[in-house]
């Protein structure tokens, strides 16, 4: 199998950043009118207005619980190591809201590839971090950034095209 540089793995989810990254950034700067002194208000990258480490921690774990108790998706993680799983979720909530942490995964391609995950199962996945969000305090702007992050990469994760390549253990 193809060995990909960790920025490719993620090029969904860094691709769906940098378009955020640049939207923030053009509304980053704006001037307050009505007042003598126009004073500039800066927006902090999404990863600090989830919380910045702390807040990425707790939500992750919240998205582990919530997948826990989600009867769609449960058993997709019944043989799952938690450690594992959190560490990499981890990773790429920070990787893909703009912190510095970097994602040393796999791709979400080969992550999911041989699941044959479907819509219901993807909605329910959307929906438990996003109430692993709202659970921790992020606010519904924060949370619609959160939501296009993970849409981006619905095509990487739902059916997605197998191959016998993929089979192969090489
Ligand atoms: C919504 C976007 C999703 C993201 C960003 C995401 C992210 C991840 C990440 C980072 C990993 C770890 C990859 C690695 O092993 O290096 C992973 C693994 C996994 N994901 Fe997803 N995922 C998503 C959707 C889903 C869905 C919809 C399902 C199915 C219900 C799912 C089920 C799994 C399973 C079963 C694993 C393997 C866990 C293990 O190694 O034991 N994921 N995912």
């Not at 990909?4 to 378009?19: D, E, S």
């Not at 979720?89 to 699941?115: F, L, R």
């Not at 996003?130 to 992020?138: D, F, H």
């Amino acid at each position: 199998m193809l060995k990909h540089t960790p920025w490719i793995k993620i090029l969904g989810l860094t691709v769906a950043l940098a378009f955020i990254s640049a939207c923030n950034e053009e509304s980053q700067t704006s001037q307050v009118s009505g007042s003598s002194e126009a004073s500039q208000v800066s927006e902090t990258s999404l990863y600090d207005r989830i919380g910045g480490e702390k807040g990425a921690r707790a939500i992750t774990e919240d998205i582990w619980n919530n997948h826990s108790k989600n009867p769609i998706v449960n058993n997709r993680f019944s043989n799952s190591d938690p450690k594992y799983v959190k560490q990499k979720v981890y990773e790429i909530v920070v990787a893909s809201t703009g912190g510095p942490v970097e994602y040393k995964g796999k791709s979400m391609t080969d992550a999911h590839i041989t699941m044959n995950i479907n819509d219901m199962e993807f909605n329910a996945v959307v929906d438990d971090v996003l109430k692993a969000c709202e659970m921790n305090g992020v606010e519904k702007k924060e949370r619609d950034e959160v939501l296009a992050i993970l849409w981006s990469v619905k095509d990487q994760v739902v059916n997605a095209k197998m191959t016998t390549k993929h089979l192969s253990p090489l």
